[in-house]
C-alpha cells in the first residue's frame, strides 16, 4: 500500500476521475470489494468496479481500465473494472455479481 495516499480514497478518486471524463455515459457506478469494505488482510487489497454506460464503445472501456491501473498504483490497491452496456445491465440485474455489487457496494450514480 502506498503511504502518500490513503487506500479508503481510491474508489473516490476513480469516481471522480471517471465521471470528469465520461459522466455522460454513464448510468451506474458502483465501487465494491475489499479495499472498499476494509477488509484488506494486509496482504492484497482490491476494488471492483461495475460501470454501467450508455455508449459502452472500445475506447471509453479502454480509458476506463486505464484509470483504474492509473488510481490502483497510486493509492496501491489493484482495481477490476467491469464494464456492462445499459440493456445487458438490465437484462441481468438478478445475476449473482450484479447483485453482490449492488448489494456490498457503494454507488456513486
Do not use: N
Amino acid at each position: 500500500m502506498s503511504d502518500s495516499a490513503p487506500e479508503g480514497s481510491a474508489a473516490d478518486a476513480f469516481a471522480d476521475r471517471a465521471q470528469a471524463a465520461h459522466g455522460d455515459s454513464i448510468r451506474r457506478l458502483v465501487v465494491f470489494g475489499d479495499a472498499v469494505r476494509g477488509d484488506d488482510r494486509g496482504v492484497h487489497t482490491s476494488v471492483e468496479v461495475l460501470l454501467v454506460l450508455e455508449d459502452a464503445t472500445e475506447d471509453i472501456e479502454r480509458e476506463l481500465e486505464a484509470l483504474g491501473e492509473t488510481v490502483g498504483l497510486e493509492h496501491g490497491v489493484v482495481f477490476s473494472v467491469h464494464i456492462l452496456p445499459v440493456d445487458r445491465f438490465e437484462s441481468q440485474t438478478d445475476h449473482p455479481f450484479i447483485r453482490t455489487a449492488l448489494e456490498e457496494g457503494t454507488s456513486y450514480v
